[in-house]
């Protein structure tokens, strides 16, 4: 089942501009993630924020939390053409010792030139 | 270090036949997950393994997908009988017992004719 619905689906922007990608969940988390799925390709890990966190930053990205609406937003800055690919969140919680994720939807973007 | 390996990248079958995949995840990984992303879609857990023990396997459809861990490192995920519904990205991910970063393959696309 799928735990987050993002929003937008898809969202098409120009090099340089900022992209804003948001996430909501339905159950308590234990973090939040989000990673980067190039077009036939494997998922890459870009950020984790645990539940007690409410912003994060990693480079051009920045990630807040919102617990008590249940919901997250990523913000990619100055993109480039190569920021193009599916963006997941996904919420973790643990089974017993081991963690575990569950996806959302994804938003689709596109940085054209 | 080296990433998780998936293999065969690509495979194409009839339904009705049997097909497997690999994984071998990073070394020291203790946890491995089998995931099925739909085109469109997010990857949905199939399968996690803590060491050769299975997690969760709640949404595994058991009744023609099986998957083992042997000696807790390459683990194959099989289907058998295939059907329709099964095309899709096999993805498999690792993870330490440290982190609750997922570390993914390329992962094997399957088409059912």
């Not at chain 2, 996690?48 to 023990?53: L, P, R």
Request: charged share 20%.
């Amino acid at each position: 089942s799928q735990q987050g619905e993002e929003d937008p689906q898809a969202l098409s922007i120009q090099e340089g501009e900022n992209a804003t990608m948001n996430c909501s969940y339905k159950t308590s988390i234990n973090n939040l993630q989000w990673y980067r799925q190039n077009s036939g390709r494997g998922l890459v890990h870009l950020i984790l924020i645990r539940s007690n966190e409410r912003e994060k930053h990693s480079g051009r990205l920045r990630v807040t939390l919102d617990t008590s609406k249940k919901s997250s937003s990523l913000l990619i800055t100055a993109s480039r053409a190569a920021d193009t690919a599916s963006y997941f969140c996904a919420t973790g919680s643990y089974t017993g010792t081991a963690s575990k994720l569950t996806f959302g939807t994804g938003t689709r973007l596109q940085v054209t030139l | 270090e080296a990433g998780v390996a998936q293999s065969p990248r690509y495979k194409i079958i009839e339904k009705r036949q049997s097909v497997a995949f690999w994984c071998n995840p990073i070394s020291g990984h203790a946890t491995l997950y089998w995931y099925q992303q739909i085109l469109g879609q997010g990857p949905k857990l199939l399968i996690q393994f803590q060491n050769n023990g299975v997690v969760d396997d709640s949404q595994l459809p058991k009744d023609r997908f099986s998957a083992e861990r042997l000696k807790g490192v390459d683990s194959t995920l099989k289907i058998q009988p295939a059907k329709l519904e099964d095309s899709a990205v096999y993805l498999c991910a690792s993870s330490s017992g440290f982190s609750d970063t997922q570390y993914f393959g390329p992962g094997t696309r399957l088409t059912v004719l």
